[in-house]
């Protein structure tokens, strides 16, 4: 496998030599910054499940030039159902739709990037240039919804990739699923960090008078420059606070996620980012301590080496106390905020400014008393 450059072994500064070489050897050899311009992650490893890994290197003959840049590709999947069932204990739904599979915004830290893997994709820039869209989404919801004996309970969009992404300005599927939640009166709570959720403030708000309908906000940084570096396609900050500023005027209960909360490169940003949010009209507030399961682990890393070299140790070290040394904790009630003595400082830091602005004083609670199950076309109506 071709070595780092000289170049870039210098860009991560004394001792950043070493650890470059490691991170080349455990995620293949860096795409360059041309073929990779406006994306989150420098490498594009294979998936954990396939037999061969691949890299990309020069053969002398300056071929890399040559590749293209990565470009968005949508591809069309046709699911069966739509709606994912969970039983974590901690995890406040038990259901939820994700109308795409990869990212756009390609978010460095996205807990999702794993699940490319099961398509045969890398995690990383495959995730966010290689996407799946469900177009049946809503038709699969109608036939779901109006199945007998259908349990009514809040169901969450957002939690594994996100629905208000780039492309669904295009395909408008998201648009279409709230259509088919608003006539069957079902409670839905979404989750975002995109400024074109304001698209659909019209059904929200209708929803939301009827108190079947909330959405959560995630700001990680009020830093731009941080914040294109580490969400390139996502709103920036003042887009998604603005968001939030509309959608709470428009009569919708409106949450904000600081998450997740990066140790030794967001963690300091806590108190504004609450006091921001409190201001745009939030009222409710929530944070997810920053997780790096699988391959998250080392693309992150690579990305905090080519853009926070100094910083590369002391974050990782503040991670791994949170985790019992290890880069992630999967464990059930620890994988969310983690353990010790930093953990617990950043969750009272998170409570004292939350409560000084009397954030989370109560909590939305959606509505299922008034669910009409779906009768329109495609839909089994009852012999009797």
Not at 98 to 125: D, Q, T, V
Request: hydrophobic content about 40%.
């Amino acid at each position: 496998m071709q070595q780092i450059s000289t170049a870039d072994k210098a860009a991560f500064g004394p001792g950043g030599v070493d650890m470059a070489e490691h991170l080349v050897q455990q995620s293949g050899l860096r795409v360059g910054f041309e073929r990779r311009r406006g994306r989150g992650a420098g490498v594009n490893p294979s998936g954990r499940f396939e037999p061969f890994s691949r890299a990309s290197f020069d053969d002398g003959w300056n071929s890399l030039e040559e590749l293209p840049p990565f470009k968005t590709e949508v591809q069309v999947e046709k699911p069966k159902t739509i709606i994912t069932r969970n039983s974590s204990p901690d995890i406040s739904f038990d259901r939820s739709i994700n109308p795409y599979r990869g990212c756009e915004h390609g978010c460095i830290y996205c807990f999702a990037r794993p699940s490319h893997a099961y398509m045969g994709l890398s995690p990383g820039l495959d995730f966010e240039s290689r996407l799946f869209a469900k177009p049946n989404a809503a038709a699969l919801l109608e036939v779901e919804l109006s199945k007998p004996g259908y349990e009514v309970r809040s169901i969450a969009i957002g939690t594994n990739t996100d629905p208000y992404q780039p492309i669904e300005k295009k395909m408008g599927i998201m648009r279409e699923i709230l259509e088919v939640l608003e006539a069957a009166n079902h409670p839905v709570g979404i989750v975002t960090k995109s400024a074109l959720v304001t698209r659909d403030i019209d059904i929200l708000s209708r929803m939301a008078a009827k108190g079947l309908a909330k959405v959560a906000l995630s700001v990680t940084t009020l830093d731009k420059t941080l914040a294109r570096t580490m969400e390139p396609r996502a709103a920036t900050p003042a887009r998604r606070l603005e968001a939030v500023r509309q959608l709470s005027e428009a009569g919708i209960p409106t949450m904000v996620m600081t998450a997740p909360i990066v140790p030794g490169l967001t963690d300091s940003e806590i108190e504004r980012l609450l006091d921001a949010a409190h201001a745009a009209g939030a009222r409710e507030a929530g944070y997810v301590l920053l997780r790096l399961p699988l391959e998250v682990s080392p693309l992150f890393k690579d990305w905090l080496l080519r853009h926070y070299p100094d910083r590369y140790r002391h974050v990782l070290s503040l991670m791994r106390s949170m985790r019992d040394g290890k880069d992630y904790d999967a464990e059930w009630g620890k994988r969310m905020r983690g353990t010790g003595p930093y953990a617990m400082q950043i969750r009272r830091r998170f409570e004292l400014a939350a409560r000084r602005l009397g954030l989370n004083e109560s909590r939305t609670v959606l509505r299922t008393d008034l669910f009409v199950p779906p009768r329109g076309n495609g839909v089994q109506l009852s012999l009797l």
